[in-house]
């Protein structure tokens, strides 16, 4: 019978080594990763494939991740597969021809998946552009610009104006690579469709996911989204400069600080922090911020942090140890441009084993904070674990006794 639990535990294994190889710019462990963890979801989808086959009931087979298909998406299907048996290379009238992009409908359910299973990016927010090239930006808290007693004045207008930005969401390229085994094409009746769009999107889920996550928490700006840990203020070379760390040793009062410099924006107007966002490293989550949020006290387990403020704390590979983000998430911007991503190509500068062709997809958007006080970046590495209370429940008084 198929261990569902064990397949998800080894394909965890292999994403956090995929996670981990991007954080390091190691393209030899990263493309390793990607290959192992491309060929174990194949395993698993072929093991499902076999034991659903002959199933008709579409609820359950939209209950283990099967969805029907519009006749967009399946046409776009149908015409991938045939270039795959065929082994169509790149040229004028193949597969770079399929000028018809993955359908915004799939980029759509991608972005639905990621979301799910990364938390970061279910936190921010974080959209599909439709195929617009630009998307407007409030630069900062606007309420207390956007009412006036008495003339409405030019100077009003620009001031209002000058607060709102655009963000090009098609100047920046990612390219993700997935894997298509040779014999993945034996599905081929009816509902094959169906189980490539469950593969495609497994894999461009997590490879584009873990791009995201890295180019949010430190992208520099150059030819990539500008980070969560960068200084809006500070430029060299065209590369946003990081933020000065600020040093915490507590969640308490120093924490509390830290969370007040969030309320004021760039402009000196306040506007309303509810639950802020923690990002910290996995390592930092289990050696520190776990056992912070499940302290033991005399009136029972309390999460030390949100009883400071109100918290959601993230893991991310992409923060280093000893360091932390913390900021409101909804004031960091992202967005894919689903209208211009999503054209397959085949390459052959990237080959992992003979019976693998390797495809490649570039995905366009754009990302950055709405502005530079929206989020902090913290030096963490003070901060101990609370040690556990001792109570005093009675006491014994003893005397010397001389035989």
Same mark, same amino acid.
Request: glycine share 8%; proline share 3%.
């Given at each position: 019978? =198929?261990?569902?639990?064990?397949?998800?535990?080894?394909?965890?294994?292999?994403?956090?080594?995929? %996670?981990? $190889? =991007?954080?390091?710019?190691?393209?030899?462990?990263?493309?390793?990763?990607?290959?192992?963890?491309? $060929?174990?979801?194949?395993?698993?989808?072929?093991?499902?494939?076999?034991?659903?086959?002959?199933?008709?009931?579409?609820?359950?087979?939209?209950?283990?991740?099967?969805?029907?298909?519009?006749?967009?998406?399946?046409?776009?299907?149908?015409?991938?597969?045939?270039?795959?048996? %065929?082994?169509?290379?790149?040229?004028?009238?193949?597969?770079?021809?399929?000028?018809?992009?993955?359908?915004?409908?799939?980029?759509?359910?991608?972005?639905?998946?990621?979301?799910?299973?990364?938390?970061?990016?279910?936190?921010?927010?974080? /959209?599909?552009?439709?195929?617009?090239?630009?998307?407007?930006?409030?630069?900062? /808290?606007?309420?207390?610009?956007?009412?006036?007693?008495?003339?409405?004045?030019?100077?009003?207008?620009?001031?209002?104006?000058?607060?709102?930005?655009?963000?090009?969401?098609?100047?920046?390229?990612?390219?993700?690579?997935?894997?298509?085994?040779?014999?993945?094409?034996?599905?081929?009746?009816?509902?094959?469709?169906?189980?490539?769009?469950?593969?495609?999107?497994?894999?461009?889920?997590?490879?584009?996911?873990?791009?995201?996550?890295?180019?949010?928490?430190?992208?520099?700006?150059? $030819? /990539?989204?500008?980070?969560?840990?960068?200084?809006?203020? %500070?430029?060299?070379?065209?590369?946003?400069?990081?933020?000065?760390? #600020?040093?915490? +040793?507590?969640?308490?009062?120093?924490?509390? &600080?830290?969370?007040?410099?969030?309320?004021?924006?760039?402009? $000196?107007?306040?506007?309303?922090?509810?639950?802020?966002?923690?990002?910290?490293?996995?390592?930092?989550?289990?050696?520190?911020?776990?056992?912070?949020?499940?302290?033991? #006290?005399?009136?029972?387990?309390?999460?030390?942090? %949100?009883? @400071?403020?109100? #918290?959601? @704390?993230?893991?991310?590979?992409?923060?280093?140890?000893?360091?932390?983000?913390?900021?409101?998430?909804?004031?960091?911007?992202?967005?894919?441009?689903?209208?211009?991503?999503?054209?397959?190509?085949?390459?052959?500068?990237?080959?992992?084993?003979? &019976?693998?062709?390797?495809?490649?997809?570039?995905?366009?958007?754009?990302?950055?904070?709405?502005?530079?006080?929206?989020?902090?970046?913290?030096?963490?590495?003070?901060?101990?674990?609370?040690?556990?209370?001792?109570?005093?429940?009675? @006491?014994? +008084?003893?005397?010397?006794?001389?035989?």
């Amino acid at each position: 019978m =198929l261990n569902k639990d064990l397949i998800k535990e080894q394909n965890k294994e292999i994403a956090q080594k995929f %996670s981990a $190889g =991007l954080a390091e710019n190691d393209v030899e462990k990263t493309a390793e990763a990607l290959r192992d963890y491309q $060929g174990a979801i194949m395993e698993s989808i072929e093991q499902e494939f076999q034991a659903l086959k002959g199933e008709k009931d579409a609820e359950v087979l939209q209950s283990r991740g099967l969805r029907a298909l519009t006749s967009q998406e399946n046409a776009w299907y149908q015409k991938f597969i045939e270039h795959v048996q %065929s082994g169509a290379r790149q040229d004028a009238h193949g597969i770079t021809n399929l000028t018809d992009a993955i359908p915004p409908t799939v980029i759509d359910r991608v972005i639905e998946d990621m979301k799910k299973d990364h938390p970061l990016l279910d936190a921010i927010n974080f /959209q599909n552009a439709n195929g617009a090239a630009k998307l407007i930006l409030n630069g900062v /808290q606007m309420s207390s610009l956007l009412g006036s007693w008495g003339a409405i004045t030019s100077a009003i207008t620009e001031e209002v104006t000058g607060q709102i930005k655009t963000i090009d969401v098609s100047s920046n390229k990612y390219t993700a690579y997935f894997l298509i085994p040779k014999d993945f094409v034996k599905f081929n009746f009816g509902f094959a469709p169906t189980w490539v769009d469950r593969y495609i999107r497994i894999i461009l889920g997590e490879v584009i996911a873990n791009g995201l996550e890295k180019t949010i928490i430190e992208g520099d700006g150059d $030819g /990539q989204f500008i980070g969560m840990e960068r200084d809006l203020t %500070s430029v060299t070379s065209g590369k946003y400069n990081k933020k000065s760390k #600020t040093a915490i +040793s507590d969640f308490g009062s120093a924490y509390a &600080d830290v969370v007040a410099g969030l309320i004021e924006d760039d402009n $000196g107007d306040y506007r309303n922090v509810g639950e802020v966002l923690l990002v910290v490293n996995p390592k930092d989550y289990v050696r520190k911020v776990r056992a912070i949020q499940n302290a033991i #006290t005399h009136v029972g387990i309390i999460d030390l942090i %949100s009883h @400071t403020w109100p #918290t959601k @704390t993230v893991q991310s590979a992409f923060v280093a140890e000893n360091d932390a983000v913390v900021g409101i998430a909804k004031n960091y911007f992202a967005a894919i441009n689903g209208g211009q991503s999503g054209i397959v190509e085949y390459s052959d500068e990237f080959k992992f084993l003979d &019976d693998i062709r390797t495809y490649t997809t570039r995905m366009y958007g754009n990302g950055r904070p709405i502005d530079n006080r929206s989020f902090a970046y913290l030096d963490i590495s003070e901060i101990a674990t609370p040690a556990l209370p001792v109570r005093v429940v009675d @006491t014994v +008084s003893t005397e010397e006794v001389t035989p």
